[in-house]
């Protein structure tokens, strides 16, 4: 077994503490991985307090892990000792549902199987990125361009990829109006991509102060979505509108922007059910979709991408100690854009 340390929610009330635990012993298609870098996610927030129900203790979080391989396994092809790698949202698939064979594990049939809170096929519990190091099959390890700063590629693992997949799926780019609600982790990431695919996009958000941040990250308009008739003016006008908020809000709202089969994707993970009027989608034909991450090939194809256009997250860096902090300040939407622990700064004993 590989000897482990990190940091863990012991229960849903009380702090994340030191953890040591033990990792599987890597097989013939593992990737072992020292972990330079781990974004702090929030749903890693969600799942600590078990907001959402279900969560397995003890659990060491973490889904935006960066770092260097330290080991390979016998059939492992993709990597070499040293090589720069990142592993995301999830670990496994069953591997042979229709889902997965198209490289789309996200939707495996049988449910993916997440970095951590989770179970792997022996039943073990799965624990996540905010530790010293991580096993993982090559099939769900990624290679990172060395053009790009480790720290910063940290958050495209969730966040990232996330906002991509449904960009590309819903083709925006050049001649697309594209609109982003919130500015977060998620928003700031979907207005990256949409203002490199082309597309002319605007950005929805109820904060004036982020107007110039809006515009600097690729906004060509932005609207304050408490200015009912700022919002009316872009009325039945969008190709697509990606959702990023995670908080309760008006669905209808957005879905009135939309134009003849335009489409509002959620991409938030609000804690409640939000209502949805029935006239809301039947005029134009509106279209109310999710998405989440990205498969294997599509995430690969995408931190490519960003090697390519120089894109990454903006980041905030944190020590390991500072994560009631940062948890507070992530809630508090206090935060340019996303958290990313530098885990130099785990206790070494």
């Known amino acids: 077994m590989i000897q482990s340390k990190g940091y863990a929610a012991l229960d849903p009330k009380s702090p ?3 953890f040591s635990f033990e990792r599987r012993e890597p097989g013939s298609n593992d990737v072992v991985v020292e972990i330079a870098y781990s974004g702090i996610c ?3 927030i969600h799942q600590v307090r078990d907001e959402w129900g279900g969560s397995i203790y003890p659990m060491v979080p973490g889904h935006e892990i960066v770092g260097h391989v330290t080991a390979v396994g016998s059939a492992v092809t993709k990597f070499k000792v040293g090589d720069r790698a990142g592993v ?36 073990n519990i799965l624990q996540g990125g905010y530790a010293n190091n991580i096993v993982v099959d090559e099939r769900w390890t990624y ?4 053009k790009l700063d480790l720290a910063a590629v940290a958050p495209l693992l969730c966040a990232g990829i996330t906002t991509y997949s449904p960009m590309r799926h819903w083709k925006a780019g050049k001649g ?3 609109g982003v609600v919130g500015l ?15 597309a002319h996009v605007v950005q929805f958000t109820t904060s004036e102060n982020k107007i110039a941040d809006a515009k600097r990250l690729g906004a060509d308009e932005v609207v304050i979505t408490k200015d009912s008739d700022a919002v009316a003016k872009h009325a039945g006008s969008f190709d697509l509108i990606v959702d990023c908020v995670s908080a309760p809000h008006d669905l209808n709202q957005f879905l009135s922007l939309l134009r003849l ?10 804690e409640v059910p939000l209502p949805v009027s029935p006239f809301a989608l039947i005029t134009n034909r509106r279209s109310l979709v999710g998405s989440t991450i990205g498969g294997t090939a599509e995430t690969q ?14 980041i905030e860096l944190t020590s390991i100690d500072k994560l009631a902090e940062a948890y507070e300040r992530v809630v508090k939407s206090d935060v340019k854009y996303r958290f990313v622990i530098d885990m130099a700064t785990l206790p070494k004993t």
């Open 184 to 198: 977060g982790g998620l928003g700031h990431m979907a207005l990256k991509f949409a203002h490199s695919f082309g």
């Open 176 to 178: 697309k109006k594209v």
């Open 88 to 123: 995301g949202v999830m670990v496994d698939s069953c591997r042979v549902c229709d889902n997965c064979k198209i490289q789309s594990e996200q939707y495996c049939m049988k449910g993916m199987t997440p970095t951590y809170n989770g179970r792997d096929k022996d039943g």
């Open 143 to 146: 290679s990172i361009s060395q």
């Open 301 to 314: 194809e995408m931190l490519d991408y960003c090697a390519e256009h120089n894109i990454v997250s903006d």
């Open 16 to 18: 994340l503490v030191p």
């Open 42 to 44: 929030h749903s890693d």
């Open 261 to 270: 089969d335009g489409t509002l994707c959620l991409v938030g993970l609000p």
